[in-house]
């Protein structure tokens, strides 16, 4: 059953066509990568899905609810499915690890304050993370910030988390234990689980199945067996990462 279902997304800024008939479903359940270059149209693509831009046409259903005309409070609560993890970490630095877990439960919750320390407890530790509530972002190295902003994600028990450049300005190691993390959570928490990323290793190392995206346009959509033997010469000079191919460097 799909959980996301996309149908003819177009989307411009001025005259530059940055979504071009987009088609796309991801199931219940399932891990999906959303792959492309830099400037492809994977962020405008993200902020459509969850309803923070408005397509100029075509339809976003979320478990069957279309989301492309729905009113501010109603789809407040549709966006309640959705765990964030942003490329940055996006903390709040005046809060404290426990403050910036917690806000979701402070802002949409009538738990008090006690039952929402404990629930942040828990979801630290769910990334391996103990006893760093009271400390501030900026005393975190980057790879535990990006474990806090998971943890903020998933606390209060999405049915999917988008993943946004998950591993963006991490060490290899660091890169290791995120990719390892989520593919854990996914597996624990029986989430579906968005991976956009224009890291091939990391997508792949996640997710089940895949989406190029190229100039507004998705060109190849399948499992990860299917790219083995793919034959656009485009999706191909993005494995290889070759500068020579159809794909010019000022394509985007």
Known sequence: MSIIRIENLCK????KKVLDMVNLRMNKGEAFLILGRSGAGKTVLLKTIIGLLKPDSGRIF???ADITHLTRKRLDKIRLK???VFQNSAL???LTIEENVGFALYQ??????????????SALEMVALANIEKLY???LSGGMRKRVAIARAVIYRPKIIIYDEPTTGIDPI??????SLIKDLH????ITTLVVTHDLNVGLAIAQRCAFLLQGRIIFDGTKEDLKTIKDERVIQFINGTSTGPIKEMEV
Do not use: M
């Not at 949409?108 to 407890?121: D, E, F, G, R």
């Not at 660091?174 to 990719?179: E, G, L, Q, W």
């Not at 597996?187 to 029986?190: G, H, N």
């Open 12 to 15: 411009k800024f001025e005259s």
């Open 62 to 64: 979320i478990e069957n």
């Open 82 to 84: 959705f765990g964030l």
């Open 92 to 94: 709040f630095d005046f």
């Open 108 to 121: 949409h919750s009538n738990l008090t304050k006690k039952q929402i320390a404990s629930a942040v407890k």
């Open 137 to 139: 972002p900026h005393e």
């Open 174 to 179: 660091s890169v290791d234990k995120i990719v």
């Open 187 to 190: 597996q624990r928490l029986s």
